[in-house]
């Protein structure tokens, strides 16, 4: 597999419980916010995205919210199942720049 | 399906040769991109295009060079000028450059120079 996961911190959950992914943008300007879920040698796959008029918003089995006062982004995972396991990592952008990648989470759920 | 595919999942080459990654995507998106990972870093920005025939730098397009001549094709070529080619390379695509709208990426190549 890629070693793309190499020296990044570290989440583990148990399977059934609820898992929080948090990141920490940089740029007060940014608007738009997405998650990605990469898996071992594969590409980022998108999970679900927010713009900034929101603080939350829900998808399958996912939740994102966003905190602009401390530029905040969490990503909630219920119910947890070993297909979860991945890195996840978040991208923050405004129009007319390119997307700012964090270097991202590894989930781990744990039979 | 719609998608973005990338070839050769793996390649290998001798230092000091070029060597060119494809990219292809039938989700008639106008940009596309070309990043680069490494272990424990976000992705960085290598080139990037909006329409045919133009394309821009990124961050870190030294060693780089790219070609837009369709739609759909977005080679990526590392140069022997590049001086840490190992990585893996992600190319992606959107239906507008710079907006808001999400990425979507292909499964990349993993490329080993020795």
């Known amino acids: 597999g890629e070693s793309v996961g190499l020296h990044l911190p570290t989440l583990s959950v148990q399977e059934g419980d609820n898992s929080i992914i948090n990141c920490a943008y940089s740029?007060?300007?940014?608007?738009?916010f997405i998650w990605y879920k990469q898996e071992s040698g594969k590409g980022p796959q998108f999970i679900i995205d927010?713009?900034?008029?929101?603080d939350k918003r829900q998808g399958q089995r996912v939740t994102v919210l966003l905190n602009k006062t401390v530029k905040h982004l969490s990503l909630q995972i219920a119910a947890t199942q070993p297909g979860d396991s991945a890195v996840y990592f978040c991208?923050?952008?405004?129009?007319?720049?390119?997307?700012?990648f964090g270097p991202g989470t590894r989930l781990s759920v744990l039979p | 399906d719609g998608g973005i595919t990338q070839s050769p999942k793996y390649l290998f080459r001798k230092e000091g040769q070029n060597v060119t990654l494809s990219c292809e995507q039938n989700?008639?998106?106008?940009?596309m991109y070309w990043y680069r990972q490494d272990p424990g870093q976000g992705l960085r920005l290598i080139y990037y295009?909006?329409?045919?025939?133009?394309?821009q730098k990124g961050d870190i397009a030294e060693g780089y060079s790219v070609s837009r001549e369709k739609k759909e094709s977005f080679p990526l070529t590392v140069t022997s000028a590049q001086k840490n080619p190992t990585a893996f390379y992600l190319c992606a695509s959107s239906m507008g450059i710079r907006d808001r709208n999400p990425l979507h990426f292909g499964n990349g190549t993993r490329l080993t120079v020795t």
């Open positions: 989700l008639n998106h106008d940009a």
């Open positions: 740029n007060s300007a940014s608007d738009y």
């Open positions: 927010i713009r900034s008029n929101m």
């Open positions: 991208a923050e952008g405004y129009y007319g720049q390119n997307f700012v």
């Open positions: 295009s909006q329409i045919v025939n133009d394309f």
